[in-house]
């Protein structure tokens, strides 16, 4: 089995803000596949289906992003899986541009919070991750202000756009080919 996990806040308040690119991400992948992603276990809304061949859980943590790690270990205790080879993390970065992606094999938090609870959780940096980009924060903003607001219009348009590469990106990672995702999707696009 192979977990995606994408992060976010639950609730009607958070739909569609920065922060919750994950939760979209994993949203366009259900829709693609036809999967509904609401069963409420380990802390988070999940579906399970079988993309490409490989059985696949798609994770949407409940726990609000700051305690996501508490989601994501549950499930990789309960499934017994390892999150260096069976765990993709999706998420937001205010260092890249809305309409672009950057593919990692694993890293540091960069100061993202849910990273932070997923590496103090799991006990490792080694998981793959695709990071969607958000923009940065205007200056003399509040970071969390501008995390938990929404997209503009024009950004909203350029996540829609990207979202085919990020569900291409996840296929290509859980058929253990994380460096032709890297390759093909990360700056793609120019800012």
């Not at 059985?55 to 943590?61: A, E, F, T």
């Not at 499934?79 to 205010?94: A, G, S, T």
Request: proline residues 3%.
């Amino acid at each position: 089995m192979f977990v995606i996990v994408g992060l976010g806040n639950p609730g009607k308040k958070y739909e569609n803000t920065r922060h919750n690119a994950g939760y979209m991400a994993i949203d366009a992948i259900a829709a693609k596949y036809g999967i509904s992603v609401k069963e409420k276990k380990h802390k988070a809304l999940c579906g399970t289906c079988v993309i490409e061949g490989q059985k696949v859980l798609l994770v949407k943590p409940e726990t609000y992003m700051n305690l996501s790690g508490e989601s994501v270990a549950d499930v990789l205790n309960f499934y017994k899986l390892d999150p260096e080879e069976e765990l993709l993390v999706i998420f937001d970065d205010i260092s890249l541009a809305p309409g672009n992606i950057r593919i990692r094999k694993k890293g540091s938090a960069g100061g993202h919070n849910g990273i932070k609870s997923l590496i103090a959780h799991t006990g490792t940096q080694g998981f793959m991750r695709i990071k969607v980009g958000v923009g940065e924060k205007p200056s003399g903003w509040d970071l969390a202000d501008y995390v938990l607001g929404h997209f503009s219009e024009d950004d909203n348009k350029k996540l829609a756009e990207i979202m085919p590469d990020v569900i291409q990106a996840a296929v290509l990672i859980m058929q253990g080919d994380i460096d032709k995702a890297m390759n093909d999707y990360n700056a793609k696009k120019q800012e």
